[in-house]
């Protein structure tokens, strides 16, 4: 299905906005990988058993997060077909510069496609959620569509390279402590807004945007 978000940006000219920055809905995080607000995802009554308080991961996200533990964004990572693997990142940093303290903040990845080899699952390196120099073996993890991935927002990581036909779309949540607020990853300082509403695709026009 063809994505509004790209078409706008194509037809108001904002290639180079989107390869700069980004706007604050709608990233590119490499080469043919989005990164995509989708409110309805965090608010809808059809999708309450994703973002609700009883959504299979929430026993786990409160028993390591707490009982008041918030769900704080959601979206969707869209790997297309030849997309670049991503450089190591972890999402978040430490909250102190030299005590070890429990997790803060963690992402549920949930893919909607099954995850295979072929079509660029994402790849972690254990306990580097403790150290970020961790000299451990990368683990790249498959899934089934609907499954749940549940990783500490601090732990190095990166997407592999979509080699497959299809599109890889994948559902992701960041749930944190009360207190924590994330001031780097959507900051409305470091990226554009993208005009709403978001121009209609032509129902005649047949381009894969």
Not at 116 to 127: H, W
Not at 129 to 138: G, N, Y
Not at 159 to 169: F, H, Q, S, V
Request: proline fraction near 10%; hydrophobic fraction near 40%; include cysteine.
């Amino acid at each position: 299905r063809a994505c509004p978000r790209r078409y706008t940006v194509a037809q108001l000219g904002l290639g180079d906005e989107l390869d700069g920055a980004g706007f604050t809905r709608f990233k590119l995080r490499d080469r043919g990988r989005y990164d995509m607000a989708v409110p309805a995802l965090a608010s809808a009554p059809a999708f309450a058993w994703l973002h609700g308080p009883d959504a299979p991961w929430m026993p786990l996200v409160r028993a390591l997060l707490g009982a008041a533990a918030r769900l704080c964004h959601v979206g969707v990572m869209l790997s297309l077909p030849g997309s670049a693997p991503q450089q190591w990142h972890s999402d978040g940093p430490h909250m102190h510069h030299s005590q070890q303290l429990g997790p803060h903040a963690l992402n549920v990845f949930v893919p909607l496609v099954a995850l295979t080899p072929a079509n660029g699952p994402t790849e972690f390196v254990p306990t580097t959620h403790l150290h970020w120099d961790a000299d451990e073996r990368p683990v790249c993890l498959t899934a089934d569509a609907g499954d749940a991935i549940l990783f500490d927002y601090r732990t190095k990581h990166r997407g592999l390279a979509n080699r497959g036909a299809e599109p890889r779309p994948l559902v992701y949540l960041t749930y944190g402590q009360p207190w924590w607020v994330d001031a780097y990853n959507f900051s409305a300082e470091r990226y554009h807004e993208l005009p709403e509403p978001l121009l209609a695709r032509p129902a005649a026009r047949d381009e894969r945007l």
